[in-house]
């Protein structure tokens, strides 16, 4: 049974850090592509990074490019997502996602076979 597990969310003010993690119980975590999605009030869910199976590439949408950053721990089946310089309008309840194909780091969700229950972002003014 595939269980994607994420924690780390909260209520912090504008400008703090915060980090996300996923804990994942995929066999062979190591061979999927991981990725971060958020769904804001009332928006649809969209990619926020994506990171290969070994790690080496990574991929953000514009909006947290130079603010978050996306690793894995294979060992521990682990995602994380790093989020410094917090802005109101990444408040969203934040997914960790499991792909078992290599082109869904352009962030296509229907591409992802495997998602979390969603933990919350909410970032004050």
């Known amino acids: 049974q595939v269980q994607l597990v994420e924690s780390g969310g909260g209520l912090v003010q504008a400008g703090v850090s915060l980090r996300l993690s996923c804990a994942a119980s995929i066999r062979i975590f190591r061979s999927y592509v991981m990725g971060w999605f958020r769904q804001a009030p009332g928006k649809e869910r969209e990619f926020v990074a994506a990171?290969?199976?070994?790690?080496?590439?990574?991929y953000y949408v514009d909006s947290v490019k130079g603010r978050f950053t996306i690793s894995r721990d294979n060992a521990k089946s682990t995602l994380y997502l790093q989020m410094n310089s917090l802005k109101p309008e990444d408040t969203a309840v934040y997914y960790c996602a499991a792909a078992g194909r290599s082109d869904a780091v352009g962030g296509r969700k229907e591409l992802y076979d495997y998602w979390g229950q969603g933990t919350q972002v909410t970032v004050s003014s």
């Open positions: 990171i290969t199976w070994s790690g080496d590439n990574t």
